[in-house]
């Protein structure tokens, strides 16, 4: 034995799957309280000052390099798992024990993150990508604006709402499942990490829900 | 008698691990809902040998809720709808007159069928002999009070104790998981100085074992404590994430 369990067991799996999702929580926290600046009203000032900082600073494109490794990874090892997790009951109940012993989002962790990964691709396409575009031209990018160009279109408000809500879902079982994988489970402090994900869950995505709706409304300007 | 019910059940039958199996339909009359499910299974056996047809195979031994054999998946739940109850203690009061019962095997890799309701569940022997155990001398035993261990620990080793290796877990589990049995069998020895010695080895070759045998991985959605029949806790399987984690960290072999 070379310690090689350490890699390749199923438990170890999930320690990646926990790892790189506490990771990319913690991502959210940033995202989150950065883009919340367009909440200040000031015509994005103080939004596209804390943006330039976002895509300018060394640290920030190292850490971001980190969290494009992180999120394959948490991609490709839940593949991974899911292969060998359908491989285990070859044949299924004809009567499934659907809600009755577990809620639905912790047994759908794979089509929330999928419809997660779809609405990424669009989420990029809008922001991310003239961004880096900008950046490598050296040109300003006006981040607000840009915002307010694309929520301007009911359907992409519609794919946010599809978005944010999925990873409500995805956080409300993920962000308590990590700390269970990773051993974390204490009858004084476990009480306390469900209550912390359950509020996490609702308040991350409603920040990030209100701001495509205050945007397509026009409460900010 | 009144209160009597007549019941329509649906029942998986194969032949053996090769056939290809089905679910058949058997009507069962006058079912007091004072019998056991097992009991009224009795009963639809006794049919079947009266009208000349096979009977149907399930397991079961003791029938007072402690050896783990009554493996019946009852209308999509693993040992029926009551919580905490192997089949044995399932009562027919739990249903009404009229209903239908679909009653399959535990569906996993690891347990294939054998015939009927009947799975082989050997894994978890395998499992089990990779570790979840105990070398110790013969001869006579030491004072019971030569190793102060605190009540909170002995109860939690206790309670993972309980469990009676049925494979409900892994039955109603998503993935086919059988993290809460292995969680219980490493808890129940990691919790106590006796099992410190070869708990490092224990911890890793059961892992090992589990993932050969074909069994899935922890999704946490907690399906299994809440079929587990003997209530063995999700905080097992933290422990089990705990030890396995610092014993491949740690171990030098």
Same mark, same amino acid.
């Given at each position: 034995?070379?310690?090689?369990?350490?890699?390749?067991?199923?438990?170890?799996?999930?320690?990646?799957?926990?790892?790189?999702?506490?990771?990319?929580?913690?991502?959210?926290?940033?995202?989150?309280?950065?883009?919340?600046?367009?909440?200040?009203?000031?015509?994005?000032?103080?939004?596209?000052?804390?943006?330039?900082?976002?895509?300018?600073?060394?640290?920030?494109?190292?850490?971001?390099?980190?969290?494009?490794?992180?999120?394959?990874?948490?991609?490709?090892?839940?593949?991974?798992?899911?292969?060998?997790?359908?491989?285990?009951?070859?044949?299924?109940?004809?009567?499934?024990?659907?809600?009755?012993?577990?809620?639905?989002?912790?047994?759908?962790?794979?089509?929330?993150?999928?419809?997660?990964?779809?609405?990424?691709?669009?989420?990029?396409?809008?922001?991310?990508?003239?961004?880096?575009?900008?950046?490598?031209?050296?040109?300003?990018?006006?981040?607000?604006?840009?915002?307010?160009?694309?929520?301007?279109?009911?359907?992409?408000?519609?794919?946010?709402?599809?978005?944010?809500?999925?990873?409500?879902?995805?956080?409300?079982?993920?962000?308590?499942?990590?700390?269970?994988?990773?051993?974390?489970?204490?009858?004084?402090?476990?009480?306390?990490?469900?209550?912390?994900?359950?509020?996490?869950?609702?308040?991350?995505?409603?920040?990030?829900?209100?701001?495509?709706?205050?945007?397509?409304?026009?409460?900010?300007? | 008698?009144?209160?009597?019910?007549?019941?329509?059940?649906?029942?998986?039958?194969?032949?053996?691990?090769?056939?290809?199996?089905?679910?058949?339909?058997?009507?069962?009359?006058?079912?007091?809902?004072?019998? =056991?499910?097992?009991?009224?299974?009795?009963?639809?056996? *006794?049919?079947?040998?009266?009208?000349?047809?096979?009977?149907?195979?399930?397991?079961?031994?003791?029938?007072?809720?402690?050896?783990?054999?009554?493996?019946?998946?009852?209308?999509?739940?693993?040992?029926?709808?009551?919580?905490?109850?192997?089949?044995?203690?399932?009562?027919?009061?739990?249903?009404?007159?009229?209903?239908?019962?679909?009653?399959?095997?535990?569906?996993?890799?690891?347990?294939?069928?054998?015939?009927?309701?009947?799975?082989?569940?050997?894994?978890?022997?395998?499992?089990?002999?990779?570790?979840?155990?105990?070398?110790?001398?013969?001869?006579?035993?030491?004072?019971?009070?030569?190793?102060? #261990?605190?009540? #909170?620990?002995?109860?939690?080793?206790?309670?993972?104790?309980?469990?009676?290796?049925?494979?409900?877990?892994?039955?109603?589990?998503?993935?086919?998981?059988?993290?809460?049995?292995?969680?219980?069998?490493? =808890?129940?020895?990691?919790?106590?100085?006796?099992?410190?010695?070869?708990?490092?080895?224990?911890?890793?070759?059961?892992?090992?074992?589990?993932?050969?045998?074909?069994?899935?991985?922890?999704?946490?959605?907690?399906?299994?404590?809440? *079929?587990?029949?003997?209530? #063995?806790?999700?905080?097992?399987?933290?422990?089990?994430?705990?030890?396995?984690?610092?014993?491949?960290?740690?171990?030098?072999?």
């Amino acid at each position: 034995m070379s310690n090689s369990e350490l890699f390749t067991s199923s438990i170890a799996k999930k320690y990646v799957m926990a790892l790189t999702g506490l990771f990319l929580i913690s991502f959210l926290v940033i995202h989150c309280t950065i883009n919340a600046l367009i909440f200040v009203n000031d015509s994005g000032e103080t939004f596209n000052a804390a943006a330039h900082f976002m895509s300018h600073n060394i640290v920030v494109r190292i850490l971001e390099v980190g969290l494009f490794f992180g999120l394959v990874l948490h991609m490709v090892q839940s593949l991974i798992l899911t292969v060998a997790n359908k491989k285990a009951r070859p044949v299924q109940y004809a009567v499934v024990p659907g809600n009755s012993s577990s809620k639905w989002y912790s047994r759908s962790m794979g089509i929330l993150g999928s419809l997660l990964l779809l609405f990424l691709v669009v989420h990029m396409a809008n922001f991310w990508v003239p961004t880096k575009q900008a950046v490598f031209a050296g040109e300003e990018h006006n981040t607000f604006e840009a915002m307010k160009v694309v929520f301007a279109e009911w359907y992409f408000v519609l794919i946010y709402m599809v978005g944010v809500g999925s990873l409500a879902y995805h956080l409300m079982h993920g962000f308590q499942s990590a700390f269970q994988t990773l051993g974390i489970n204490h009858k004084k402090y476990t009480p306390m990490i469900k209550a912390i994900g359950f509020w996490f869950s609702i308040l991350v995505p409603a920040i990030f829900a209100a701001m495509p709706i205050a945007m397509h409304l026009g409460l900010i300007k | 008698m009144s209160g009597n019910m007549n019941l329509t059940l649906k029942v998986w039958r194969q032949k053996n691990a090769e056939k290809k199996g089905e679910l058949v339909t058997y009507p069962v009359s006058n079912i007091s809902p004072d019998m =056991s499910f097992l009991e009224m299974f009795d009963v639809l056996n *006794e049919q079947l040998i009266t009208e000349n047809k096979e009977p149907v195979a399930f397991d079961h031994d003791c029938r007072e809720g402690i050896c783990g054999m009554c493996s019946m998946h009852i209308n999509g739940r693993a040992h029926g709808p009551k919580d905490a109850v192997t089949t044995c203690q399932l009562h027919m009061r739990s249903f009404s007159d009229g209903d239908t019962i679909v009653v399959e095997p535990w569906r996993a890799a690891a347990f294939p069928v054998i015939k009927d309701l009947v799975v082989d569940r050997s894994a978890f022997d395998r499992i089990i002999s990779k570790g979840g155990y105990i070398s110790v001398n013969t001869g006579n035993a030491q004072d019971a009070n030569n190793l102060p #261990i605190p009540k #909170i620990d002995a109860d939690k080793s206790f309670e993972a104790a309980a469990c009676i290796g049925c494979g409900a877990c892994v039955a109603t589990c998503k993935n086919g998981s059988a993290m809460l049995f292995v969680s219980a069998k490493v =808890s129940q020895l990691a919790l106590l100085p006796q099992g410190q010695a070869e708990a490092k080895q224990r911890v890793i070759s059961m892992v090992n074992q589990m993932d050969e045998e074909g069994f899935g991985s922890c999704t946490n959605t907690g399906a299994c404590e809440v *079929e587990c029949p003997k209530g #063995i806790s999700l905080e097992n399987i933290a422990r089990l994430n705990r030890e396995f984690t610092l014993a491949s960290i740690l171990e030098e072999k």
